[in-house]
């Protein structure tokens, strides 16, 4: 059974670290999709995951700002401070999301009821609203947090706490749609499920999933830190100002990685400790969705130093000076390998490495990606952009895909489709039946009000119905190779009545 475990959750906290206040319809945006809503734009019919147009529809007078990564993990800081403050070994699980082990507090505290009323008090005392909850792991805990008023989950009684729970809170959404075509609709008839059969069928990470839907966690929330081998520390004399600790903690971090790497092992939490000259001790762990790289840990400790003027401390004693920084690796996993270098030489690839390093350290953690490949039935969502020193996405890329354009693969993928003017003999435009048929045989193209060229040969459609399910987000689509009588091939797409060059041929 997994430990207790007391979760804090601030609801729609991007929205928050951007200044929306919760009675104000507002949205906070990722490109171009909504991340974050708040309770008043929920209320007009708003929700994450749509377009900005589409939630702009919903309530006009929608207040749209775009997210700031930064800001969320900067004024997280604050709610952890007030936490902290109470009980140590605080884990931010992520901005707006943080948990600590409740069972030595809740003793202290005279009760598991006592705590979380206690903490959610200090957090709102701070100046943020919250939601407490304490139950057997991080997944039901959170649920309680997220509950009205928060709640305390009895020992033991997490799988039927959840059980009437729906699959969406899973946040897997293809397992969610799958199960519920299977007839399975809530976490209870997903967990009665054999587990061996769930693991055979939707593979680890159904695995991880049915866990979750059992009341059972996959890992504890702050076990013992590990071994003093594996951790790095700096010091500083004289004591150092925010901005050098943050320069240094890259260094460190470098270090750390090299010492990991050496054992096979790669860490996606980490123990954080800053000693201060006055003798006081900030600690936080963090939580990375992939590989901690030098430039997202140096981001944490931004984060991390930049909350303490908030702190009950004596400013000039804080910023005059951090004595000691500790990187110290506090879950580790497998490490999979990378990919050679392309030049083949380990000491190119670490400068190589180090200037990404440095340019993320002015553009910001995005500012630096790398093409992965992944899945998908056309040539631009075959491959996602994945900052310099993160894990690419999981799974996807080996399919199936029905419908997906056959190989060879073309060789321009414009970032914004053209559009195109495809015609039969009488210059007619082609069209696709809802049965796959095609209204008369290509004859001309025309692309973006140039002149027609001959069309000379062509296959097609490879017709493509997706997210049916879901009228927000469903798009039907029926692709075209075509070669023109001037020597050049092309990708063209069908949707909504309208052709576009999706990809070229050279």
Known sequence: MSGRTLVVWCPDWP????????????????????????????????????????????????K?????????????????????????????????????????????????????????DAVV?????????????????????????????PKGGSAAFLAPYPLSVLERPELADLLGRLGVRTLGEFAALPAGHVAGRFGADGGIAHRLASGEDPRPVAPAPAGPDLAVRADFDPPAQAEQVV?????????????????????????????FADGGVVERLWRHDGELSTSAVAERVRWQLSALPAQARDP?????????????????????????????????????????????????????????????????????KVPVGDLPPDGGGDGPWPARVPDPAPSIVPADPGAAVLTDAAGVPVGVTARCAVSAPPAHLAIGGGAPVEVVGWTGPWPAVERWWDPERARRRARFQVVTADGRAYLLTLEGGRWHVEAVYD
Do not use: N
Request: hydrophobic residues 45%.
């Open 64 to 120: 749209v700002r775009d997210r700031d990564e930064d800001a969320e993990g900067r004024l997280f800081e604050v709610v952890v401070a007030a936490v902290a403050a109470l009980t140590p070994k605080v884990e931010v699980v992520r901005p707006g999301l943080c948990a600590v082990p409740a069972r030595g507090a809740a003793r202290f505290y005279g009760g598991e009821e006592a705590l979380r009323v206690l903490v959610q």
């Open 247 to 275: 320069f240094a903690a890259r260094r460190l971090a470098s270090d750390l990685h090299e010492g990991l790497a050496s054992g096979g092992l790669t860490c996606v939490r980490l123990t954080v400790e800053a000693t």
């Open 316 to 384: 000039e004693a804080v910023w005059g000076g951090v004595v000691s920084l500790v990187l110290a690796p506090d879950q580790l996993v497998p490490d999979a390998g990378r990919q050679q270098a392309l030049w083949g030489q380990a000491a190119v690839t670490d400068r190589i490495a180090r200037a990404a390093d440095r340019i993320q350290a002015l553009l910001g953690h995005e500012g630096v990606t790398r093409p992965v490949l992944t899945g998908g039935r056309g040539p631009g969502e075959r491959v996602v």
């Open 125 to 153: 005392e701070a100046g943020h609203d919250c939601g407490t909850g304490i139950a057997d792991g991080l997944f039901p805990a959170e649920l309680a947090a997220r509950a009205e008023g928060g709640m305390v989950v």
């Open 15 to 62: 929205a928050t670290a951007v200044g929306i206040e919760a009675a104000t319809p507002g949205v906070v945006v990722a490109e171009r999709r909504v991340v974050a809503c708040t309770a008043a734009a929920r209320a007009e019919g708003v929700r994450r995951g749509q377009r900005i147009r589409d939630a702009q529809r919903r309530c006009p007078h929608l």
